[in-house]
């Protein structure tokens, strides 16, 4: 099935730099989703990201979504200790009607920011 | 404040043991996932269902089962528990392609 690879696996970072993981696929993504996951807690959602090309901003987050859609990014600026986290890309799978909402997700990057 | 809850955060089993995961939610969603998660491995989908008593084998289905009487319930079953069950299991909800809401997760391990 459809495979997403994600890189680091980690990252380990002084608090204040920046911080980028990226989600690669060989085909082209129906759309991408971004979770973070803090230790000892779950998966919450980020961002969904539909149309090649696009770039969208949460504060100090930035996410995007490659032109050909085989790509994504999630870049943090000046990183502090409460990023530190599991951060996921995942695509949404439109394979058909009954597979609406099934998420294909990536190995994640681990980040750990040090004060 | 939209819930997803789980029966237990942590459960201990022995090998051979039947294992049940309950896993219930409270926003009316259609699709409800069972996912484990294991270091290196990221979230691996081992069920899901769009409806009620229906369900489809994810990506890791061996050794498991599900059941969704209920829209909110959404049940995993481990027929007869091994150590290579042992991980995170983690539940979440979802209305067709939108975001996914997780449980809090349970952390199992059998011996």
């Known amino acids: 099935g459809q495979q997403v690879m994600q890189i680091p696996q980690y990252q380990h970072v002084q608090e204040g730099e920046d911080f980028t993981t990226y989600c690669n696929s060989s085909t082209t993504l129906s759309n991408i989703q971004w979770y973070k996951q803090r230790p000892g807690g779950h998966p919450v959602f980020l961002i969904q990201l539909v149309k090649s090309g696009e770039v969208k901003k949460q504060k100090r987050l930035t996410f995007q979504f490659g032109e050909a859609k085989k790509n994504s990014s999630l870049h943090i600026t000046a990183t502090q200790t409460t990023d530190v986290g599991t951060y996921f890309c995942?695509?949404?799978?439109?394979?058909?009607?009954?597979?609406?909402?099934?998420?294909?997700f990536g190995q994640g990057t681990i980040l750990t920011v040090h004060p | 404040d939209v819930k997803v809850t789980q029966s237990s955060r942590y459960l201990v089993k022995r090998t051979g043991e039947k294992v049940f995961l309950e896993c219930v939610q409270d926003m009316d969603h259609e699709n409800m996932f069972w996912y484990r998660q294991d270091p290196g491995l990221g979230l691996r989908l081992i069920y899901f269902s769009y409806d009620v008593k229906m369900k489809e084998k994810g990506d890791i289905p061996e050794g498991y089962s599900v059941s969704r009487e209920k829209k909110e319930r959404f049940s995993l079953i481990l027929e007869s528990a091994s150590t290579n069950q042992t991980s995170m299991y983690l539940c979440?909800?979802?209305?067709?392609?939108?975001?996914?809401?997780f449980g809090p997760g349970t952390r199992l391990t059998v011996l």
């Open positions: 995942a695509e949404s799978n439109y394979a058909g009607g009954t597979s609406y909402g099934k998420l294909t």
């Open positions: 979440a909800s979802s209305n067709r392609v939108n975001e996914q809401f």
